[in-house]
């Protein structure tokens, strides 16, 4: 690593004693370049160093000389988990409960608040570069005349190649931009290839006795179901065995590993998904999602095998520190809300410089129609899939539920930290596991910590809320973090951790997406979970610890109206 000018310091020095800091920095070395990297719509249990059979030998080989945590946790959707990890709040004070739609008040207005500091915003103040490639998903997605307040570069980043919006054809995505305007895809463009070739361009060309800060969010393995065949032959026959055989397989691996406790319960096949079995319906198809969704994931492996080679180029692996998450768990959707299909007659192809604008296009650039789930096949850009209920099942080993919901099976993310320059065998122990409970809002304070800055109580004119996440170095080093609680609330799914415990609460009919706090406090639909025993949720300790639970429900209250969830919007 080279050796940064001796003004960095004494600038970030200065901004340390200036600014309010909730947490005061115990780097003494040249602050690290910080290396962001997030997966879209991936399980828990997907990649190899947390119990898959997915080819994943780079992220491997950085959990393996770094640090994993087996309690790290999202907020179970895209969009709220970027709002979070960019501003270390929870997504309600972040201004994105919920998706991009503006619902009526500040929780839930689906754009980035402007009283909360991005950590891009945030390291600049440092003296650090800012890039970002890939997925953005925190503002409304506007195609004629867009307002650009919230796009990356009006939030921190110097430098941005990628989407504005969410989902889109992993060959012709909607939203594309660099930088400040929208951009028509190169010929041969494959987002995970070109987001990584981005990520590379901008460590290489990085210059100055200064350090950057690189947010990588790629958009697989979301759906559609896309990959060149290349990639995904090599997963040809691989899940011939079916989903219950692989569930069986990786929770075996899990416990070998060691990221299950004994005791813990693998928990039964879902009810919604059906035995596998030589009929299965469509039974070729359902396999070519499968290894579809393993290519997507091994490709992005693949990206970040190159972003981690630029490093090693430049000198800069050792003290750069590289974080890697996924934004919730696996998604159990399936496409069928896709309607109104444009007859082929119809259909006329783009020219090169004509932008995509449909999360789900009409056809391909070159003109062949878009053909839905089973009307289509996995893999090229005319087939547009979702792997569906059957393999997030397998996906989300060993944990109840999905994306959207806040069981363990939407909120848990695997959390690769890698960083040899302050994580090594003389100090932490690399390749070993972090069992701290730890969550989105965290990054933020992590960041601010090594990156040698403090968090600031006003920016650009604004009041900054106070971050509400904790810096995770002490947990690097093998201590305790000391909090009260972590919280969540998706689409009406709530839940609270404190210590060993967790009350988590699915939204139904009876139970209202609009509370007041008389049922709010209802005790018939909260769930008492003891997460060191039985972290799988099988089994409801309710009503064995009835004031445990009106406490810990008077808790998520509290913290509902303080972040502006209660009373929450229709």
Known sequence: MKKRMGILVIFSAMLYQSCESSTPSKIQDSPPNIVLIMGDDMGYSDIGCYGGEIKTPRLDELAANGLRFTQFYNTARCCPTRASLL?????????????????????FKGDLSYNAVTIAEALKAAGYSTYMSGKWHVTPYVIENPDKHNWPRQRGFEKFFGMISGAGSLYDPRSLTEDNEYVAPRDGFYCTTDFTNYAVKRIEEHR???????????????????????????????????????????????????????????????PFVQPWSADVPDREWELANMETYAAMTTLMDEGIGKVVDALKARGELENTLIIYLQDNGACAEELDWVKDRPDEKDIVPLTPDELQTEMVPLATRDGKPIKIMKEGWPGPPEGYTAYGRNWANASNTPFREYKHWVHEGGISSPLIVHWPAKINSGTSGIGGFRTEPAHLVDIMATCVEVGGNSYPKTYNGNEIQPMEGKSLVPVFEGKRLEREAIYWEHEGNRAIRMGKWKLVSKADKKHSFLWDEVNELALDNWELFDMEKDRTEMHDLAAAHPQLVRKMAEMWLQWGKRTGIVPRPQ
């Open 208 to 270: 100055g006795d200064h350090p950057f800060f690189l947010y990588l969010s790629y958009t697989a393995a979301h759906w559609p179901m896309h990959a060149p065949a290349k990639a995904i032959s090599q997963y040809k026959g691989k899940y011939d065995k079916g989903w219950d055989e692989v569930r069986r397989e990786r929770f075996e691996r899990m416990k070998k590993m060691g990221l299950t406790k004994t005791g813990w319960e693998l928990t039964p096949r879902d």
């Open 87 to 107: 501003t270390g709040l929870y997504p309600q004070q972040a201004g994105v409960g919920h998706m991009v739609d503006d619902r009526g008040t500040p929780a």
